[in-house]
Every structure is written in C-alpha cells, then in structure tokens.
C-alpha cells in the first residue's frame, strides 16, 4: 500500500531529512511513526502526500511509483489519502458542515450525496449534533475531530496524519487514538506522526522510529493490539 525502497531527501541548502528509508505499510496496517524534532517524520509523509519529491529512492502509493508521476497528478494521489493536520487548518468563516463537505464540493458531488457523507462523517467523530457550529465555538479536541471527518469523508483508503495529538489533554489524545484505530479496523491503512511515546506504548501497535533521518527501528504490533 504503502512502500519506501531506498528514500533519501535532501533539501535545497544541503540538510538530508530522510536517508536510505525502507519500510512497507499494507493495506489496512496501522503504524506510528515517531523520533525527536527534526527526525524526519513531517518530511516522510510530505513525500507520500506528493508535496515534497524523493532525491533518491522510490516511494510507491497502491503500487504507483511517485517518482514516475508528474507533479499534475498529485491531487488525484491525494484524492486517496486523507491528511489530518495537528492544527486541523479548518476555515473560521464556514460551518463545522461546509468545513467537513469541502473535499467533496472541489470533488464535484451532488449535493445530496455530500449531504449524505458528511453526516456520516460527523456521526463519526460523535460530532453530528455539533454540523451548524462555527469551529471557534468548539474545543481544540472537537476542532480536531472535525479535521479527522474531513479527512475521512471521501472515504480514503489511507489516512496519515501529523501530530494529530499535539495540543490535546492526555484523555482526548486517547479516545483520538482510539478513533484512529477504530477507522483502522474498518480497513483504512494509518500512519500516525507522533512523539506521545506513553500513548503509542499502550496502544500496541506497529511502531516505526526515525532518528536523523533514518530508519532505527521497525517495533512490531503486539498481538491483539494493546489496551489505550
Ligand atoms: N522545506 C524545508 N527546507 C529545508 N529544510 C527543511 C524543510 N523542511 C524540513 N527541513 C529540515 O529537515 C529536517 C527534518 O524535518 P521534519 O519537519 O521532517 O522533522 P519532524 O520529525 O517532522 O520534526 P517535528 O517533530 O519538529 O515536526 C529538519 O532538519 C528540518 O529543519
């Protein structure tokens, strides 16, 4: 689903982000990806998202070689990946409703079938009774869990997602966690960029850890999954 041969990143001024990664995610795994500031976590999933391109190496998304692409078919990439930020970039001036329908409008649905998703969406993230709010009328972990119904109403078969805990209570980081894991059994492949290491423990999930740049380590999953 998701597979690095080889990926070096270098960015224009000589700083080398990611060295020589390996790794492959499959389809409807779940992994953290974790390591210090600066490690490389932003970097790799910027590569997967197309917004930043490898200097060597090959990055495949559903078996596309990204480096093959040309920069015009990175929004149809996207179109398959759900992209949760960790300060959720949601517009001010729209409804929780038009922040969460957004994809789907540039997507070009109808609108009864967006009507449809969106609330889904929200049923989802238990934010249903919460689609006419403003975002600043709702708390950071409401706010957050609408950027994850935005990221999952087009259904995306991969989502990732970028500190997505970073200014959450230790309680809420937990039920997002859990949230993540439950749209992972429904088959959605996850990779998560985190450094909350007490959580990512507890949750006995696949664990890979960047360190300068490269790969230090591959944790396997614990079997069953853990407690969170
Ligand atoms: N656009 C850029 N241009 C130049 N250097 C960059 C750029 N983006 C990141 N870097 C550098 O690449 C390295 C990896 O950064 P990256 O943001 O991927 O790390 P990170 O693990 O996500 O860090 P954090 O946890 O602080 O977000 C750092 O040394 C960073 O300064």
Redesign the pocket.
Known sequence: MIRFEHVS?R???G????TDINFELVQGEMAFLT????????????LILML?QATRGQVLVEGRNLSRLSMRTAPRIRQRIGMIFQDHKLLRDKTVFDNVALPLMIAGLRYADIRKRVRAALDKVGLLQRERAWPLALSGGEQQRVGIARAIVGMPPVLLA??PTGNLDPELSASLFQLFRELNSLGVTVLI?S?DLALIRRMGQRVLV?SG?SLIDDIPALEGGGAA
């Open positions: 990143k960015y224009p001024g700083i080398n982000a990611l390591g210090h500031s600066g490690a490389g976590k932003s970097t790799l999933l910027r930043e970028d500190e960029a450094h960047l740049g």
